[in-house]
């Protein structure tokens, strides 16, 4: 398996640079220039590690962090930022961060803090990323997008796989709303709000055939996905 990191970076020339220098080393590397988009690229595949610029447009680094943290509390995220002053690490720190780097730096040493977080987290590239899940009754394959029951496939959108998927992650827990949005759409306001509740009576249907399955609106918090324990 190989390894798959998340890149966030406005500067574009600097962007490309980082990303062909890993790309090298033999990581899988999504860049993404700005927050909101590597938030919703973060759900959309499953990582290995971040790296995020702080001063970006939209969503900074460090609400970045704070988001993705809200859904993955293990993964590796490294802060790059112009900033030296003792109050902006400890807010980095503060928000999720693992490691921090102070531009201008040498990819080098980049390279080696990244292979310092990979070692201390004991990332194990051999063992391969799982794409289909139980559910109840139903095999949810997040990889072709469907959900299989007996005889029956029911093919997902993207976004209705997921909803899903990170429901499953927390499932028996309350998914707080906002999570949800920000993962799927990278905002939480009013009329992506009114988007989601269409999805989630969509996938009540998809899994009604499986009366075990229950997906309950917990008014004013989120959703939870409650599923028998095996």
Known sequence: MTIRILLAEDDLN???????????????????????????????????????????????GFTLARDIRKIDTEIPILFL?????????????????????TKPFSVEELQLRIKALLKRVNINTNIPEEKIFAIGSYLFDTENLNLKIGGLTK??????????KLLYKFKNQVLPREVILNAVWGQDDYFVGRSLDVFITKLR??????????????????????????
């Open 14 to 60: 600097l962007g490309f640079v980082i990303s062909d220098q890993l790309k090298s080393d033999g990581y899988l590397v999504t860049l993404a220039t700005d927050g909101t988009d590597a938030l919703k690229r973060f759900n959309e595949q499953k990582y290995h590690l971040c790296v995020f610029d702080v001063m970006m447009p939209r969503k900074d």
């Open 81 to 101: 930022t112009a900033k030296t002053m003792t109050d902006d690490k400890v807010e980095g720190f503060k928000s999720g961060g693992d490691d921090y780097l």
């Open 155 to 164: 093919s997902l959108t993207k976004k209705e796989a997921q909803i899903l």
């Open 205 to 230: 249907k998809y899994l009604k055939e499986d009366d075990a399955i229950l997906l309950n609106n917990i008014h004013g918090v989120g959703f939870k996905l409650e599923v028998p324990v095996k």
